[in-house]
């Protein structure tokens, strides 16, 4: 009973940084119709920074952080106006096709700054733990999951009550229209892409927390697709749902499956948060959450 | 009709393009503060683009747009809007997942004076009762009747001088028909002059001032709504195949 709600508490704390990622694949899906496959990079761009404000700079780690923020935002802006404005009415195959070499790109430029060695993202949380009875917790973990809450509940305040959450949403379900009330889709864009940009850092700062980052921090944000293809493409709080799922359904099979099935091998754990979006693939390829009508690449 | 007024909306020989389709040939119209004034033309002429040239959606190869006198053609949409043109577009083309109250709010995104907004609010509820009614539910819920109001009740939010409508009868039965041209009237006395994009010429023509004919992208009538009405090349072509 420990060690399940052990591998639950875990699964959620996984969950924390799939759906950072997450939720800002769905913000640019929901306001371009872009499927952002090059949120990787900017989760390892965004750790970079902070790894390098925090440790080579030697700023403090929070100063880093809000450095990072900035800098994450205005990649993102950057990187819409650039690269995704002149794609604009292009086949939603083709400009998916697209972020997937902006991935490319953004990634080695990021690695060209984070070198091969695991560098340590100057955290103040380290290896220390928090205990309530039994469970234990590291640290960066209970905040990961804090910040998580905070960021993306803030995201969705911002979409249901502010003026330009209105105008995002507006623009989401009929762009032209949206142009006639007097929404600049252009801010929208752009808005969008720093939003995304900002959730896709924090993730990368809480998967380099305590043990540091290095270019696998990306095959774990990976794992956003399949917490949307769960979710639904256009769904924040089915972003949510997903996230958890695959976190606690991966959580459970790295402490359960060696013991019970070691024929499946090491690392299975990893693999299964695909075979869980393929089998949802094929029972309802729109997500527990998302809208029939949005099509699949 | 006095032509030392400066109209409210004007087109001097504007071209619009669609790639290589040249959908507005040479289009110059005046539209008059008060005025009520009525697009007619059948499928494929022109009408909705007229209405996009007007909001800056589509911007003309050649000629110009005048709001007010100034020239405008190089603004943006919003800056339009703001200028106090709106419009309810063809299908009305609510945010359908958004409530009847967003899609209120949303419709005035670019006022500054956000005190009056629940004062002006109150003004459409007095034109349409049901829509109080409705405020909370998800405007895709509602009835195409209801949808058309909403539709209207978005675009009068912004305040406009001008407003745009795009085939108000499309989709309605005769009955709601009549109700929207009444409400066109009632909008047009309460002092916003309306620009009406129309099939249905009979009906747009009975409340217009005055009609321009669009045919394949080019204005082959412009007259008084009465003179249009007695035309016997319009009674042939417009008049006639519509009950
Ligand atoms: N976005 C577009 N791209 C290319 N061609 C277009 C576009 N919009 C309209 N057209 C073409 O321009 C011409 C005029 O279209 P428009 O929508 O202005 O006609 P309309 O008079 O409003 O017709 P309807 O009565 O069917 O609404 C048509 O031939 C149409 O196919
Ligand atoms: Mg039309």
Redesign the pocket.
Known sequence: MTQFVQALLNGVSLAAVYALVAVGFVIIFKSTQVLNFAQPALLLLGALWVTHFATAVKLSFWVSLLIAVVLSAVTGVIVERTALRPMVGKPIFSVAIMTIGLNTVLTVFALGGLGIDIRPIGDPWGIKTVSIGPFTMAQHRVAAIVTAIVLVGAVMLFFKYSRMGLAMRAAAFDQEVALTQGVSVASVFALSWALSAVLAMFAGVFIGAGVGIDRTAAVTSLKALPVVIVGGLDSIGGALVGALIIGIVESLTSTYQPSLLPALGTGFAHVVPYLVMFVLLLVRPWGLFGTEEVERV | MSDERTPLLEFRNVNTY??P?H?LKDVSLKIYPGEIVCLL??????????L?TILGMVIPASGQVLIDGHDVTKWTTSQRVEHGISMVP?NRRLFKRMTVRENLEIGAYLRKDKENLEADMEQIFEMFPRVKERLNQKAGTLSGGEQQMVAVGRALMSRPKLLLM??PSMGLAPILVAQSFEIIKQIHEAGTSVFV?E?NANMALSIADRGYV?QT?QLVLADTAANLLANPQMRQAYLGEVQ
Do not use: H, M
């Open positions: 669609y790639g389709v959908v033309g059948g499928n494929a002429s022109g009408k909705s683009t007229t996009k063809e795009d085939e994009v099939q669009l992208g």
